[in-house]
């Protein structure tokens, strides 16, 4: 007989849903910082190893709580540094992490969903259709995990110094579990990462920007892709519940907190989609409504995709043209393509709920066991 899993996973609660935990068990608040020490700063997840706390308190924890993790299926580390791991959850979901070290800084890219329910034509995750929103402690553990696998280290060598939500899935449709994960990457007893150091990434969801806005203070992106309504609609399906006038009105909602410094733009260059000097010069009108960046991503094929990379002379001059416009933009490097760790091309495993066509799914989910049955 299966049994069910009654213990609350303490992974799943920010500070203070760790306080009020412990208040409902009739202990004092405080034990919450006690708990994060160990969690986060040690990275003790044996409730037998916190010594600080009384024997019959352990005891009462093994009982009610627990401190559960995803698994970690595999690893991989492409010859540029870059890592990615599957990590599980259990009924065949899994999804991609991916570490990316640069010079001065190391960036963690983490997933919110088992796979995406938006279904933007040119990307991997959406085309694998979508389970089910991650818990905070599957977000939150997969930094975590990356953490642990690292050898990152809070007062000694940081290697994770940056999260980004770019992974599979669209942060702002998972709020409610997004946000503690947030609060624990910037609280001092988490991980105690900067506000500009963790970015939420968005399609377009404009109620959950400004919901974003008035709950924490993080960075945000915006999956930009099209400087004008009919095109980012066959881009970006989303386009048609929120366009871009709408969209834009959040950012400056966004922007308006002081607190709030400038939005991240992303910009994936399709060739003969999105690349043209006309969307340069739009885009440019564009942007100057918000203190933006932009960020140029060169479209990374996966299988079964009928879109290809712009040419490196026409992202070249794409930027040109947006930088002689006033923006500040950047061109994305690829990292870890040897590994499948690019943009877009996370797969990780979804088991679909939706009903999208399984032929269709199938000839582009980018895992090399379907690779090989397509050939
Ligand atoms: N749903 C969120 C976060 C996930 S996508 C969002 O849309 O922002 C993270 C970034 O990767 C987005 O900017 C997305 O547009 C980009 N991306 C997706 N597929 C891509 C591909 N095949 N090549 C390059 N970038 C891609």
């Known amino acids: 007989m299966a049994v069910t899993e009654t213990r609350i996973n303490l992974f799943d609660l920010d500070e203070a849903g760790l306080r009020e935990f412990f208040a409902s068990i009739g202990e004092k608040p405080f034990r919450a910082q006690q708990i994060l020490k160990w969690v986060y700063h040690q990275q003790v997840v044996s409730f037998d190893e916190m010594t600080n706390l009384s024997k019959p308190l352990r005891t009462r924890l093994e009982e009610v709580a627990q401190l559960a993790l995803p698994e970690v299926i595999s690893e991989q580390v492409s010859n540029d540094g870059t890592v990615k791991w599957l990590m599980g959850f259990g009924g065949n979901n899994a999804v991609e992490t991916v570490f990316i070290p640069e010079p001065n800084r190391g960036t963690l890219c983490i997933s919110s969903q ?6 933007c034509s040119f990307c991997s995750t959406g085309a694998q259709g979508f ?39 669209e942060p702002l449709v998972n709020f409610d579990a997004v946000l503690p994960a947030l609060s624990l990457m910037r609280a001092d007893l988490g991980f105690g990462l900067a506000a500009k150091r963790v970015t939420v990434s968005t399609a377009g969801m404009v109620p959950g920007i400004d919901r974003l806005r008035d709950s924490i203070d993080v960075a945000l992106a915006v999956s930009l892709h099209a400087p004008e309504d009919t ?23 966004y922007v308006a907190d002081k607190h709030k410094r400038s939005i991240t733009f992303e910009y994936t260059l399709i060739d003969g989609v999105n690349d043209h000097p006309e969307h340069a010069r739009a885009l440019v009108k564009l942007l100057r409504q918000v203190p933006s960046k932009l960020n140029l991503i060169p479209f990374n094929p996966f299988p079964g995709t009928a879109y290809r990379c712009s040419p490196k002379a026409r992202i070249e001059k794409f930027q040109q043209i947006v930088m002689d416009g006033g923006l500040i933009a950047t061109v994305r490097k690829t990292r870890g393509d040897d590994i499948d760790a690019a943009c877009g091309q996370l797969a990780g495993k979804v088991v679909d709920r939706t009903r999208r066509s399984r032929t269709i799914r199938m000839n582009m989910i980018s895992e090399p066991e379907n690779r090989e049955r397509l050939q």
């Open 114 to 119: 088992v796979g995406c329910a938006l279904n």
């Open 131 to 169: 389970n089910r929103n991650l818990t905070t402690a599957e977000i939150i553990g997969q930094v975590w995990l990356a953490a642990k696998a690292l050898g990152h280290e809070r007062n000694g060598r940081r290697r994770i110094t940056n999260v980004v939500l770019m992974g599979m899935g």
């Open 231 to 253: 095109l980012r609609e066959t881009l970006v399906p989303l386009n048609r519940k929120y366009p871009i006038k709408e969209l834009m009105a959040a950012c400056q909602r």
